[in-house]
């Protein structure tokens, strides 16, 4: 048995840990494999991987892409040529798109009376990729919201009133730009995509058509039924599985890193590792 995460989120999306200190961390815990998923974003990518190599730990490319859908579709990327021209041209694209809407957020704030501006939550950030939980934290100490939880019920979550979408990719595209940059596409977190197993069925075969790899089947935030459906779902489809916690340090305290699996759980090899 193994002991590892692939679903891991640094300060260059909305974690709390850089991604040096996120390998600190997976290393006392004990991790062998490491992937950094950050969202949009392959930022922290090189500096991830040159802690995991000189850690000891093994550290794969990895990125979490957020798909158009009708609710939540999250694909990722693993073992992904980060210098892929084709890729970071889609990155910078959504890098953009983030921005634009981290403004939008700050001026609806501004029309529901609160004095937040994208000055503050970009000093906020402190040269990290600003996002929603940076402007979170500004609520926070204005005393707007008490909470982190209270913020995104009220203000910044789906729904909220100051709720604004951002730019994504298409499913197709999330699929294809990842394959184009060598690297395997894997849908996360199934059970916030649908918590219909027939559903979830249809909308595997269209994503399989698409060269979907596999589909994060062991995850902290799954019941046990749940993972049982996916691993079933899984074998019949012919498609590998994959664990990660979604690991976001503060801004997801309940979350710990971490998922030991069977040492032969996963082809290493295709995600460019050995063990």
Aim: charged share 25%.
């Amino acid at each position: 048995m193994i002991f590892i995460d692939l679903h891991l989120h640094s300060t260059s999306s909305d974690g709390t840990l850089a991604p040096r200190d996120l390998v600190v961390r997976g290393k006392r815990r004990g991790l062998s494999v490491m992937s950094l998923t950050d969202h949009d974003t392959t930022e922290g990518v090189n500096e991830f991987l040159t802690a995991c190599n000189k850690l000891g730990v093994r550290g794969v490319s990895g990125v979490e892409l957020s798909a158009e859908f009708n609710g939540v579709m999250h694909i990722l990327g693993y073992r992904i040529n980060v210098e892929s021209p084709l890729f970071q041209k889609h990155m910078k694209d959504l890098r953009e798109g983030r921005d634009e809407r981290n403004i939008k957020i700050c001026e609806k704030l501004q029309k529901l009376g609160m004095s937040v501006s994208i000055e503050e939550v970009r000093a906020e950030a402190n040269g990290d990729v600003v996002a929603r939980p940076h402007i979170a934290r500004v609520l926070i100490k204005k005393g707007y919201v008490q909470n982190m939880w209270q913020a995104f019920d009220r203000y910044l979550g789906h729904d909220a009133s100051a709720y604004v979408p951002r730019y994504r990719l298409s499913p197709e595209v999330c699929i294809d730009v990842i394959q184009k940059a060598d690297g395997v596409a894997v849908l996360a977190h199934p059970a916030q995509t649908t918590d219909d197993y027939g559903v979830l069925v249809d909308i595997l075969k269209q994503l399989k058509s698409l060269g979907l790899w596999g589909i994060e089947c062991l995850s902290p935030s799954h019941s046990s039924q749940q993972i049982f459906q996916y691993l079933r779902i899984a074998k019949e489809m012919d498609l590998f599985t994959t664990a990660g916690s979604d690991f976001h340090g503060t801004n997801r305290p309940s979350v710990s890193m971490g998922i030991r699996v069977k040492t032969d759980f996963l082809p290493w090899a295709r995600l460019g590792i050995s063990l």
